[in-house]
């Protein structure tokens, strides 16, 4: 069993930059990891994952040109870059890890394990 913590939320402006990162309490060699995101009311969508080795990645429409996930299993870190932030990125994003393959269509009942979450705002 592994366990998350996120950091690195906050408020930014529009255009700005922010990265989020998560730290596990284990290993996380053998886990697929992604970056979900959430607002009231609505449904916990994907934003981007990675294959354990951290060749494989995918992202989110909303994510791609403005989003990098990384991973550093040394570390046992996920990350997620953020730049050029709109208002529609204000949500609470949270860190999901599971086992084996990362498939793009996979949904947050794939993930066994979760973090707490980190409020990103993004003012006009």
């Known amino acids: 069993q592994v366990q998350l913590v996120e950091s690195g939320g906050g408020l930014v402006q529009a255009g700005g930059s922010l990265r989020l990162s998560c730290t596990a309490s284990?290993?996380?060699?053998?886990?697929?990891m992604a970056w979900f995101r959430q607002v009231p009311g609505r449904e916990r969508e994907l934003v981007a994952l990675i294959g354990w080795s951290g060749i494989y990645s995918y992202y989110a429409d909303s994510a791609k040109g403005r989003f990098t996930i990384f991973r550093d299993n040394g570390k046992r870190t996920l990350s997620l870059r953020m730049n050029s932030l709109e208002p529609s990125d204000t949500a609470v994003y949270y860190c999901?890890?599971?086992?084996?393959?990362?498939?793009?269509?996979?949904?947050?009942?794939?993930?066994?394990?979760w973090g707490q979450g980190t409020q990103v705002t993004v003012s006009s």
């Open positions: 999901a890890a599971k086992s084996g393959v990362p498939i793009a269509g996979d949904g947050p009942d794939a993930y066994a394990y």
């Open positions: 284990g290993g996380i060699y053998t886990y697929s």
